[in-house]
């Protein structure tokens, strides 16, 4: 690849020959499930079986192409962790994503690696406030992890996905790590890296002060609906539309955004 990636994430994949990416996509699950020990060792989480039946995500032909695993916790309100794809035909998409509760303002966690056929990946720490009117909350939870995206953008053998889709773009925060890189340069400049944010998510988490009673409500109604339209709108999802079709894509959205839960 000789840049950076300005081009819908189907379009990349749709222009290059399928390609067998099975070891690939094992080697990023185990990456995912790196991340997802932090997560689940560090709070104190517990599964929500509302999904259970979907726990193998099946295609239109009845084969296994994903799984969906979901949680709830103490400070946290909602995680995915999932993956769907063909790894023999070259795309995979792996998830864990953290949404925090509103008794605290810590920024989510969003995480996503996949092969389309090259290594996407994502790390992010969606905001809870604007950040151009909120220095503070940035400089709080974002600044921590500045200077890693600095020397990561920094180096030539990382190259961005820079998404298309405006409202996609719109939720990158300023150290949003989103990449389409071959896999050799992702294991050795970015796997570290996102799980250093991953690592210090997990740590702001558990050191998160209360946020005041009577801020609650609006930083809840912010999140759901940002949780929401993130996912509705996602561009990829007309991947999941050819793999599972229509019907079990729009309950995985529900899914997503917490629209199923015990």
Known sequence: MSGDTVQHL???????????????????????EQAWEMVNNGLNLRRDMKCADIEQIPDLQGNVVGNMFTYTGDKIDWVIRSWIGKAEMGFTNIHLTCWVKDEIDVPHLGMALG????????????????PVISPDHLDQYHESMNQKWIELRRNPAYKTFNPVHLYT????????????????????????VMLDYVRNWV?????????????????????ELVRRTIVEKDPANVLADRMLGVPMRERLVRILHAGERE
């Open 169 to 192: 773009r719109g939720t990158l925060s300023p150290i949003a790590i989103c990449g389409l890189v071959p896999f050799a340069d992702f294991k050795a400049n970015i796997e570290s």
């Open 203 to 223: 740590e702001l988490v558990k050191n998160a002060k209360p946020v005041a009673p009577e801020k609650r409500a609006a930083l809840k109604q912010r999140d």
């Open 115 to 130: 092969t389309a056929p090259d290594v996407f990946c994502y790390v992010d720490y969606l905001p809870r406030y604007e």
């Open 10 to 32: 189907a379009d990349v994949l749709d222009s290059r020959a399928p390609v067998n990416n099975t070891e690939v996509f094992n080697y990023l699950l185990n990456v995912r």
